[in-house]
């Protein structure tokens, strides 16, 4: 809709303020020193301590390496840990605006292949993940995927992984 150059800027620059929230996050997570990031980006962090600190237990990876040699997918999770817990998949996002949940259904796609190849990796049962969100203008938002819709999304998940293949 509003044309390539302008589409290309905005996605370099939602691509480089979501790397720099991914890193102050994963800095803040590992007890490391926080500096040099610009003002919207600390705030980002400011907006999403609260959830970390209070529903986030033990962390078991940051930036998790993750392969399905079943489905023969991979790809790095934001983070595996307790949320009030329950061994989830964490995945961390930015945006342009704030969204709704029915727009999000390929996150909660993202959250299921992540925690079927965690699965099948390590041997864990993981059925539940959790989407963060900062907008650019720093609402937070949630997004939850529960154990009772996760089957749901595998499904669809499983579907999507099929016909990739027989493309």
Known sequence: RVGEETANRIGHQASGR???VHAIVEKYL???EIDG???HVRQSLENLRPILDSRIG???GLEV???STHLGVAGRCDC???FDGVPSIVDFKTSRKPKKKEWVEDYFLQLVA???AHNEVYGTNIKEG???MCSRDLNYQQFDLEPSHYDYYLDKWLKRVEQFYKL
């Open 58 to 60: 033990t962390i078991y």
């Open 18 to 20: 979501g790397t720099q």
């Open 130 to 132: 959790h989407i963060f």
């Open 80 to 82: 595996v840990a307790e």
């Open 114 to 116: 992540y925690a079927e």
């Open 37 to 39: 990031y610009l003002p």
């Open 65 to 67: 390496p993750l392969y």
């Open 30 to 32: 590992n007890n490391e």
